[in-house]
């Protein structure tokens, strides 16, 4: 695995938790996995004191030679290797510097020139986003003539289609070390600039994506973010196996951020109504076992669905609820949920920052888990609240399609509930309906079984992915 941020280590977004995670499956599915991250300044140092330093050596950054110290660190039963050079990674945060394309095209150099020098040869180069993306390129355009490279596969993983790496032209030569015979449609050209997810999808050997649908909807125009047509010529290489999440980590039985613990596979178990009321009296919300909590934990930004709540915001707070909202984002967001929650107090409590602890608290406290995105590959948040006992309202759309079924009250099937297109009364007429959902015991009383009985750990999905490094290596 080369990424660029995994948890426990380094977070950005849902790419740490899966990079985290997924290698844990795949051990437990027979497999040894090593993971190779920068070594960045937001690093605890705590975490890295027992790293041992294994390799020094020299990249080449096209005119420039840089330095690359590699250390070794184990981590619950994970080898992660950190590349090392300050003049990159020896600033705060991980992305957004105006020299990210040279910064990623080094970890990218850095981390096929570290490989060989570990005593361990893998079978697979399995990358992630576009901070990767250009492993499989310099694999086969810089190393297809070293011997120890030889039958050496390259997965690469979309996370996020919108988020590709595009630079200017003068990367060819001035970054990656390569000529024209690889500035093409059909190589890393993309309307006259370079684009390094690109090189990836036309260079891996495969390539997946991170849920089924969302791998059918980004070879379509709407979806595609200009790349639709590289990935329909891709189509038969490209599968989407949707994420997991920790069930060690994120256990509701053990977890220690909540007030109280219960099983979230027992519908009955008290601790559920237990951390809803210890979450109403944190948040200073009226303590109320018949009012529903509708929470929402995201970053406060377009694609989440935040514009479709603040068009009928002011409509959703005359329901019977209490609306609970933690993340931070876009200022205009921001402002939206501040004066609504300064103007209705008593129903809505909103919290503009990220909080590990109190976000577990409000999946393990709410009722119904708010997620209208406008597109998402596959999502965790939903995934997170179906394992804290929370039913999760959705956009149908990428993985939300793929991992929440709707309730239907004729047959009792359904662990959740969505809407289909992107509008605001069509998403406020899907609360209102699992509000009264709510207010129905045996209604409700079925639908909290039906969380109960969902299964969102890795098993299933790493076995996916055995299955496929198991086909690569066979050709």
Not at 35 to 53: C, F, G, H, R
Not at 219 to 225: A, R, V
Not at 287 to 306: M, N
Not at 406 to 413: D, F, K, L, S, W
């Amino acid at each position: 695995m080369i990424a660029a941020e995994a948890v426990p280590f380094v977070k950005s977004g849902g790419l740490a938790d899966v990079v985290g995670s997924l290698p844990k499956a795949l051990v437990a599915g027979g497999a040894d996995v090593r993971v190779v991250l920068p070594k960045y300044e937001d690093i605890p140092a705590n975490l890295l004191a027992s790293a041992e330093p294994v390799a020094e050596f020299t990249v080449q950054v096209g005119w420039r030679r840089q330095y690359c110290g590699v250390s070794r660190l184990s981590h619950e039963g994970i080898t992660y290797y950190f590349l090392d050079n300050e003049f990159y990674f020896k600033r705060p945060g991980l992305y957004g510097y105006g020299d990210d394309g040279e910064r990623f095209a080094y970890f990218c150099q850095a981390a096929l020139e570290a490989i060989p020098r570990l005593g361990w040869k893998p079978d697979v180069l399995h990358c992630h986003d576009w901070h990767t993306a250009l492993v499989p390129v310099f694999l086969r355009a810089h190393y297809g003539w070293n011997d120890f490279y030889a039958g050496v596969r390259s997965v690469f993983t979309i996370h996020n289609l919108k988020y590709q790496g595009v630079f200017g032209y003068g990367a060819m030569r001035d970054l990656l070390n390569l000529g024209d015979e690889h500035f093409h449609a059909n190589a890393l050209e993309f309307y006259g600039n370079v684009n390094y997810m690109k090189g990836a999808l036309n260079y891996s050997d495969f390539l997946t994506t991170v849920s089924p649908t969302y791998a059918q909807e980004i070879q379509t125009p709407h979806y595609g973010e200009g790349l639709d047509g590289t990935l329909r010529h891709r189509r038969d290489a490209l599968l989407g196996i949707v994420n997991g999440i920790d069930y060690d980590a994120l256990d509701p039985s053990t977890d220690p951020y909540l007030p109280a613990h219960y099983r979230s596979s027992a519908t009955d178990d008290p601790g559920k109504a237990a951390n809803k009321a210890a979450l109403q009296r944190e948040l200073g919300l009226p303590v109320r076992a018949d009012a529903p909590i509708v929470s929402l934990v995201t970053r406060l930004v377009e694609q989440k669905g935040i514009d479709l709540i603040s068009h009928v915001l002011e409509e959703l707070l005359r329901e019977e609820l209490q609306l609970v909202v933690l993340g931070a984002g876009e200022s205009r967001y921001e402002k939206l949920f501040r004066d609504a929650a300064y103007h209705h107090p008593e129903r809505m409590s909103t919290n503009l920052k990220f909080d590990e602890g109190l976000a577990r608290r409000i999946y393990a406290g709410s009722d119904l888990f708010l997620m209208p995105s406008k597109f998402e590959p596959c999502g965790i948040g939903q995934m997170i609240a179906i394992r804290y006992g929370t039913a999760p309202i959705v956009r149908e759309t990428g993985g939300l399609v793929d991992t929440v079924k709707p309730y239907n009250r004729y047959t009792g099937e359904g662990h959740g509930f969505s809407f289909t297109h992107y509008n605001a009364h069509e998403m406020l007429d899907t609360i209102r309906y699992a509000l009264g959902m709510y207010r129905d015991e045996a209604h409700w009383s079925a639908i909290r079984s039906n969380v109960a009985a969902q299964d969102f750990s890795w098993t299933a999905s790493a076995k996916q992915y055995l299955e496929l490094y198991d086909k690569l290596i066979s050709k």
